[in-house]
């Protein structure tokens, strides 16, 4: 579907120069000698390159609209993943590339969001947040404040991310997958 390149928002995938692209930040500018612009920061999907563009405001751009299905995680095959559409039951092998750093903290059984375009797989996302084993950490140094200090950890899926001092090896704590932040113990 076009679109303005006025309409373009963060999130939207397009489609430009025979590629796929997410847009990652936009910024409109009116010079005070010539036209507006649009300086549109891009990320493209297969081979997650990032580039700008600046596109005029009375261009029109290709907006893709995607189909997302749910699918089950069942096992790694080589570079790729087995999913299972949750509606079908049928399986699929898609690249593991799709999920870029969140594949570590992908469990079997988890459910996948797979966004498609004519079939073809562009696009796979986990839940915002996962339960995850702390495997390494350094033990609690005798007074210090649990308000302002954190200290690094090792994840059981080989994440590094901070925790506050309480938090001991063993520990079964909830992470926020996009932001690789500590959240909370888990329950």
Do not use: W
């Amino acid at each position: 579907m076009k679109i303005s390149a006025n309409d373009i928002r963060i999130g939207n995938v397009i489609f430009h120069d025979n590629r796929y692209l997410v847009v990652s930040k936009t910024m409109h500018t009116q010079p005070g000698k010539g036209g507006a612009y649009i300086q549109v920061e891009m990320k493209e999907i297969k081979t997650g390159t990032k580039m700008n563009h600046r596109f005029r405001s009375s261009e029109d751009v290709e907006r893709i609209k995607l189909d997302q299905q749910p699918h089950q995680f069942l096992y790694e095959e080589g570079d790729g993943l087995v999913l299972m559409d949750q509606e079908t039951y049928e399986q699929r092998t898609v690249p593991q590339s799709l999920l870029g750093e969140q594949a570590s903290f992908l469990q079997e059984g988890m459910v996948v969001i797979l966004e498609t375009h004519d079939g073809e797989p562009l696009v796979a996302s986990l839940p915002s947040t996962a339960e995850v084993v702390v495997k390494e950490c350094e033990p609690v140094v005798k007074g210090q404040t649990s308000a302002s200090s954190y200290k690094p950890a090792v994840l059981e899926n080989g994440a590094r991310i901070m925790v506050p001092p309480f938090i001991n090896e063993g520990d079964k704590i909830v992470v926020d997958i996009k932001e690789l932040k500590y959240l909370e113990r888990a329950k």
